[in-house]
């Protein structure tokens, strides 16, 4: 479940379509983080331009509430990392999202 609803807050938040959004979970890395062991998580979202400090804060607060909930990871015990990324820098349907070369 926390895949499906992470996708839609996702979407909702960047203003995109679910369609072009992918999440994915990597449990069992090992992951130190303020020097403990306790649940923790390293967030990263790469998106072709909408991405603003209203944005992001709309993100990170929409994303807490959900790690917390389905990993009990505290507010306090993960970051996110936000990545502009241009259209050819995306790949998708055997081209890029800028088209063909």
């Given at each position: 479940e926390f895949l499906k609803e992470a996708?839609?807050?996702?979407?909702?938040c960047l203003g995109k379509p679910e369609a072009y959004?992918?999440?994915?979970?990597?449990t069992g890395a090992s992951l130190i983080?303020?020097?403990?062991?306790?649940?923790a998580a390293q967030c990263d979202l790469f998106c072709i331009g909408v991405l603003s400090q209203a944005v992001n804060h709309k993100y990170s607060a929409g994303?807490?509430?959900?790690?917390e909930k389905y990993?009990?990871?505290a507010k306090t015990r993960y970051y996110i990392t936000?990545?502009?990324?241009?259209r050819h820098e995306i790949g998708y349907n055997g081209s890029t999202f800028a088209g063909p070369a």
């Open positions: 996708s839609a807050m996702t979407a909702e959004v992918t999440v994915r979970v990597q983080f303020g020097g403990t062991d306790e649940p994303l807490a509430p959900l790690l990993f009990g990871i936000y990545a502009i990324k241009e």
